[in-house]
């Protein structure tokens, strides 16, 4: 589609649809943590939380790779324009970025996972470790909210 045949109010939408979808999904990752955490289970959650992260890389290396998206119909046509809107070239290059970073976490928390593991037992506090989860959804949500209020 062209810029021009993008109707703005439908895309605000997708998008304010889309981060709602997110965070019911990040509420839920961080219930399930919780659950876990209150059981004793901490290596199973840093476990799990590298599993996210190498299942984000997974995602973005395909889309960067095919072309395609993966996701519900709303976040496929978010990207779409986003495509649209950054161009080819730069669109591609943000993947690569992305596909980058989540493959530089990935690598980097197991290989800290593995060799920290063996040393001592890994205990999660409270404060300490929902923090930065608490921390970068809140970030997540203001930048989305002040891209959606740009369109």
Known sequence: MDEAQWDIKEV???KRKQLIQY????????MLIALFAEHGYDTFIIGMLITVIWILGAINAYTLVTGKT???KSSKRVQEFDKNQLG???WKRNKMIETVIFSILGVGAAAGYILLIGFNPITLQFPSFYFPLFGSWVGYNAGEIARISKL
């Open 12 to 14: 605000k939408s997708l």
């Open 23 to 30: 965070n019911i999904g990040m509420l839920l990752f961080i």
């Open 70 to 72: 993966i996701g519900t």
């Open 88 to 90: 080819e070239q730069r």
